[in-house]
């Protein structure tokens, strides 16, 4: 009978202490937009807003219009660095913020007067957050279920079969240690921003191009000066590939990448070589302990999809939840089909886009050697062109 309770105490002490070591607090979903994270959260007493998700923000951004509809008054500014530039925001002290069950109290958030992406369906992205959710859980970034997973940071305890790699909070962010091999000759072992917020795959800082005079050394690219970053300033930057990438004992091999050109922002600091952005991050399903100073790497569904890369020489905005023409290539197909930044796209090979999701749009112009029909909107004109897709790196 001793042994039958001593065996009883023991397995339920031993389930104690498992549900004690992973205490979920909130469960919350969300959707990628263009491969950017997008949440939803509550201030004070707002009704639910969508942010971004964002690691590589350190502080939280909210748009003007947003604040000022809550009736939140600035004390005071500061200055705020982005990628590629700085702007000054306005400092909102004191506020609280719900994300799905989870509460942050005493929250000073920035209040910043540059526009924020729209959503492709048409919604709002009212701010962005990061270190203040990551700094005060351990979190599960889960690309299979579109889940985040906020965890007590207290008594966590990892128990899955992911990479565990150690990272560095530096200015609030999580900063790794990868290595890239630009050709034969020439292989960088550094540190790397793991950043949700960045769109690209990989992003090499400017003084790391410049210090091993990478643009002689990858073959093909191209140039564009385009908006970057939070700070809502524009940049050159360059796109080419790397032969490799390693980083949480994955090689990505002929990896797009975007070279930085830039003068300002953490893209310009000698001590970062440069940013792992979502591309990459989403082929794992990720947990960041940031009290232990680890993130732990799932590869995940994702892992074995193609890169995507620029074959058409623009990009698509939605704004209104209507697609537009924006950052036009110079000598691309887009320049060749007479396209011009700002044009809104009507129909594609016959096929209205109001009838199309919004993923659909975007994999038209992602296929090369196809040739699509299309029919656009400039001020009160429409106009007829033709496109054909073409690698450019």
Request: net charge neutral; glycine share 8%.
């Amino acid at each position: 009978m001793k042994r039958f309770f001593y065996l009883f105490f023991l397995i339920l002490f031993s389930f104690s202490i498992a549900f004690s070591q992973n205490q979920e607090i909130a469960r919350v979903p969300f959707i990628l937009n263009n491969d950017h994270i997008i949440i939803q959260l509550r201030i004070n007493n707002s009704p639910e807003l969508n942010f971004m998700f964002d690691s590589g923000a350190g502080g939280i951004l909210i748009k003007k219009s947003v604040s000022d509809s809550l009736g939140l008054e600035a004390v005071t500014e500061k200055t705020n660095t982005g990628a590629v530039g700085t702007h000054t925001v306005s400092i909102l002290k004191g506020n609280t913020v719900f994300i799905g069950d989870a509460q942050i109290n005493g929250v000073n958030m920035m209040r910043d007067t540059n526009e924020f992406e729209e959503l492709d369906s048409g919604g709002e992205v009212a701010g962005i957050i990061g270190f203040h959710i990551l700094s005060r859980f351990v979190v599960r970034v889960d690309y299979d279920t579109h889940e985040l997973v906020l965890y007590n940071r207290s008594n966590f305890v990892y128990n899955g079969d992911g990479v565990v790699v150690p990272i560095v909070l530096t200015y609030n962010l999580p900063i790794a240690v990868g290595k890239i091999k630009i050709d034969e000759a020439t292989v960088i072992e550094g540190f790397f921003l793991a950043d949700t917020g960045a769109r690209s795959y990989l992003i090499i800082s400017s003084p790391t191009v410049d210090k091993y005079d990478i643009l002689s050394k990858i073959g093909d690219y191209y140039a564009l000066k385009t908006g970057v970053g939070s700070s809502g300033k524009k940049a050159k930057i360059v796109y080419g590939k790397v032969k490799e990438l390693d980083f949480a004992e994955q090689e990505f091999g002929h990896l797009p990448t975007v070279f930085s050109q830039a003068q300002e922002g953490v893209l310009s600091f000698d001590g970062i070589s440069g940013i792992i952005g979502n591309r990459v991050l989403k082929k794992f399903n990720i947990t960041f302990d940031y009290q232990r100073s680890l993130m732990y790497l799932e590869p995940n569904a994702n892992m074995s999809k193609k890169y995507k890369t620029n074959v058409s020489g623009f990009s698509i905005a939605y704004r209104g939840g209507k697609p537009f023409v924006k950052d036009i290539i110079e000598h691309s197909p887009a320049t060749r089909a007479g396209l011009r930044n700002d044009d809104e796209i009507i129909a594609i090979d016959g096929k209205v886009v109001e009838n199309l999701n919004h993923s659909e749009v975007r994999s038209y112009f992602e296929k090369a050697g196809e040739k699509l029909e299309l029919i656009i909107q400039r001020g009160s004109k429409l106009k007829y062109t033709e496109i054909r897709l073409k690698e450019l790196i």
